[in-house]
């Protein structure tokens, strides 16, 4: 018998939703190792797919002022 919201023990485990990849498909590689688009490494973009949704929002925080830069 599964808990009804009701009862005071029971938790709303509702999943997190998919992380999305940072590819704004301008897809150059920089003279510094980042993708000019997205600001990841080759070896990031390479991960992705298989990565956890933790890894990839380690990956989104460390290029998090990427995203809300000017492109360049």
């Known amino acids: 018998m599964s808990p009804a919201p009701e009862d005071e023990d029971f938790l709303d485990f509702t999943p997190l939703p998919a992380v999305a990849s940072p590819c704004v498909s301008i897809c ?38 990427w995203a809300a830069a000017p492109l360049r």
């Open 28 to 65: 150059r590689m920089r003279r510094d190792g980042l993708c000019e688009g997205c600001g990841r490494t080759l070896g990031e973009i390479a991960e992705w797919s298989l990565a956890s949704d933790e890894r990839r929002r380690e990956i989104l925080a460390r290029i998090g002022h």
